[in-house]
């Protein structure tokens, strides 16, 4: 089975902090998302990625930058955390012809105080 | 533009009941609508998933109807169990893009 790994379940973070949320995907996908998710806004693409080194921005990209230097990992980065940007992060893959049906990761939980 | 509309935002069940879930779409360029379940503590798992060239398509108890000209498409959960209980996303795509665009969600309780 794809496994898609999120390095923190929870993490708690202060305004004005760097913050990068890691993701690890094991199925030699090309595609990597990140997603965030609020409670009744469903799930809001922030950047994603079709390639190494190679990056797009989604729906809501303001506020984060990302990072692909290998195949398998997709780093997100929040240059200076703000408390809206409290919220779930979920990352998820998806095969590059068959891109599709998205494996995603069990998310993170980050509060930014 | 919300480009794609999802419908009851929860919903209350009893078992063996059925869950209806309805989804609109704006974007007649989508070309793949999944369903996606989600448990507490896990990420989104895709479910099921439709075409636009059929109408209908069921596996076990989910079934998913489309209607391409109303732009509309429903997950139908027949003999709802409390197992079910999770959040339902509904999704459009764009497969020459690879991007999903996500309705709100619905959160489902099926009761005992």
């Known amino acids: 089975d794809v496994k898609v790994t999120q390095s923190s379940r929870y993490l708690v973070k202060r305004t004005g902090e760097k913050v990068f949320l890691e993701c690890v995907q094991d199925?030699?996908?090309?595609?990597m998302f990140w997603y965030r998710q609020d409670p009744g806004l469903g799930l809001r693409l922030i950047y994603f990625?079709?390639?190494?080194?190679?990056?797009e921005k989604g729906d809501i990209p303001e506020g984060y930058s990302v990072s692909r230097e290998k195949k398998e990992r997709f780093s997100l980065i929040l240059e200076s955390a703000s408390t809206n940007q409290t919220s779930m992060y979920l990352c998820?893959?998806?095969?590059?012809?068959?891109?599709?049906?998205?494996?995603f990761g069990s998310g993170t939980q980050l509060s930014v105080l | 533009q919300q480009q794609v509309k999802q419908s009851p935002q929860s919903l209350i069940v009893q078992k063996g009941g059925i869950s209806i879930i309805n989804c609109a779409y704006e974007?007649?360029?989508?070309?793949?609508f999944p369903w996606y379940q989600q448990f507490p503590g896990k990420g989104p798992a895709l479910l099921i998933a439709?075409?636009?060239?059929?109408s209908e398509k069921k596996e076990g108890r989910f079934t998913i109807s489309f209607n391409k000209s109303a732009k509309q498409f429903s997950l139908h959960i027949m003999d709802s169990q409390p197992g079910d209980s999770a959040t339902y996303f509904c999704a459009a795509t764009l497969t020459n893009a690879g991007k999903s665009t996500f309705g709100d969600g619905t959160t489902l309780t099926v009761k005992p």
């Open positions: 974007n007649t360029a989508f070309d793949y």
């Open positions: 990625s079709y390639d190494v080194k190679m990056k």
């Open positions: 998820a893959s998806s095969l590059q012809g068959i891109n599709e049906k998205l494996f």
């Open positions: 199925m030699d996908h090309e595609n």
């Open positions: 439709i075409r636009p060239d059929v």
